[in-house]
């Protein structure tokens, strides 16, 4: 699939899209699903965030950035080349007129799993990405 060319008509719609291009194009193909600062909060995150444990950096990817820095966990890599590595489940979506939240399962490789919650808001009439919380480890 080509990235972001498909219309975003519905939150499931957008999870499920954005979860095959993440898997085909790692980080660059969650970009076209996100609204423009999101967008701007994930790449200033991840542009400081290679060697990070890649689960405690996607879920601060979204969050005001702090200067306490953060704690390397040693597994090295690129977070944006592990996105493509995860195996990606929706689990739950509630949707409003105007805004929605969804829940999606992360399982990297089955030594790590767990769920992130995203809010979802309608930017031009299309359902992209606003935010999302830290991820909940299991």
């Given at each position: 699939m080509a990235i972001?060319?498909?219309?975003?008509?519905?939150?499931?719609?957008?999870?499920?899209?954005?979860?095959?291009?993440?898997k085909e194009f790692g980080f660059d193909g969650l970009k076209p699903y996100l609204t423009s600062e999101a967008l701007k909060k994930a790449e200033?995150?991840?542009?400081?965030?290679?060697?990070?444990?890649?689960?405690?950096?996607?879920?601060?990817?979204?969050?005001?950035?702090?200067?306490?820095?953060?704690?390397?966990?040693?597994?090295?890599?690129?977070?944006?080349?592990?996105?493509?590595?995860?195996?990606?489940?929706?689990?739950?979506?509630?949707k409003g007129s105007s805004s929605a939240k969804g829940v999606v399962e992360f399982n990297y490789k089955d030594s790590t799993k767990g769920t992130v919650e995203l809010s979802m808001i309608k930017e031009d009439k299309e359902w992209k990405i606003d935010n999302m919380s830290m991820p909940q480890i299991n």
């Open positions: 972001g060319v498909m219309k975003r008509i519905s939150p499931e719609y957008v999870l499920k899209n954005a979860i095959a291009d993440i200033n995150y991840l542009a400081l965030s290679d060697g990070l444990d890649m689960f405690s950096a996607m879920g601060m990817a979204f969050m005001p950035q702090s200067n306490n820095g953060g704690s390397s966990s040693g597994s090295g890599g690129s977070i944006k080349e592990k996105m493509k590595e995860c195996d990606y489940t929706i689990k739950d979506v509630m």
